[in-house]
């Protein structure tokens, strides 16, 4: 029987550009809980042992390695870690639907900016905060992660797509940066 080796969307891939890098990111597990109608208090004992709530609209919360992202009414994305024993919710492994580009730096909001319909500025989305948006036409999840640190997550099957569009960007941005008037 032949093995099966998992290979991540995009080789691992990574780029710095005019101070901006984009690198591929391993997430580790996702596991997307749908809350049951009622289910949110038997959902909260087991996101308990991992020292996690469920998240507020458009927050994250991160412990220990393990991260719980709203994804939408009653719904979240567990990272990190595998999902503990849970009533209250559906539990969906999602790792191989998604991929996670991390972009960093002082320019990376402009480079989001050209692409991204919401308000990526620190003063309007801070560290903690997620958005389900778009990135240019694709299905997108940011997450503001640091001062200069967003994660953008897509699906897998547009993962190259996204790459490619960010790195076009990153170039735009960079070459804006070089000139000097």
């Known amino acids: 029987m032949p093995e099966l080796i998992a290979k991540s969307a995009l080789g691992g891939r990574r780029l710095t550009l005019g101070g901006v890098t984009l690198a591929?990111?391993?997430?580790?597990?996702?596991?997307s809980v749908a809350l049951y109608p009622g289910g949110a208090k038997l959902a909260a004992k087991g996101l308990?042992?991992?020292?996690?709530?469920?998240p507020p609209p458009n927050t994250f919360i991160e412990k220990k390695g393990a991260r719980i992202v709203w994804?939408?009414?009653e719904q979240a994305f567990l990272m990190g870690v595998a999902p503990p024993a849970t009533e209250g919710a559906a539990l969906t492994d999602q790792s191989d639907g998604w991929a996670v580009l991390g972009i960093s730096g002082a320019a990376a909001v402009d480079v989001l900016a050209r692409l991204v319909p919401v308000d990526l500025r620190s003063s309007a989305f801070p560290a903690g905060r997620v958005a389900r948006t778009q990135v240019n036409h694709m299905n997108a999840v940011i997450l503001r992660t640091g001062d200069h640190e967003l994660e953008i997550m897509v699906f897998r099957s547009m993962a190259r797509t996204a790459w490619h569009e960010l790195e076009g960007t990153i170039s735009m941005v960079a070459a804006r940066q070089a000139v000097k008037i």
Do not use: A, V, W, Y
């Open 48 to 54: 308990k042992t991992l020292g996690l709530t469920f």
């Open 71 to 73: 994804t939408g009414r």
């Open 24 to 31: 591929e990111l391993d997430p580790g597990p996702i596991t």
